[in-house]
């Protein structure tokens, strides 16, 4: 498999981030450092950056605010799928 010239993997992620409504946020345990994923409701911004849709009861929340270390993976299976 050869590259190709018009891949943009910018724009690719910025398109994937828009059409994705849920994902999988991991943080790392405030206090041990211990890893904590779940999924997360989310949106986007016009500039393409996630919107995060988690509350300030949310042991994420907690995580981050000890932590800014974050991980958010994205699916690219249709809805429904």
Do not use: K, W
Request: a negative charge; aromatic letters at 2%.
């Amino acid at each position: 498999m050869q590259p190709t010239t018009d891949f943009d993997p910018a724009h690719l992620a910025r398109s994937l981030l828009r059409r994705s409504r849920q994902g999988a946020l991991a943080t790392l345990t405030a206090g041990s450092g211990d890893p904590y994923c779940s999924l997360v409701n989310l949106a986007s911004h016009p500039d393409g950056s996630p919107i995060l849709l988690i509350s300030r009861l949310a042991l994420h929340t907690r995580n981050i605010l000890a932590d800014s270390r974050v991980s958010l993976m994205l699916d690219e299976r249709a809805e429904g799928d």
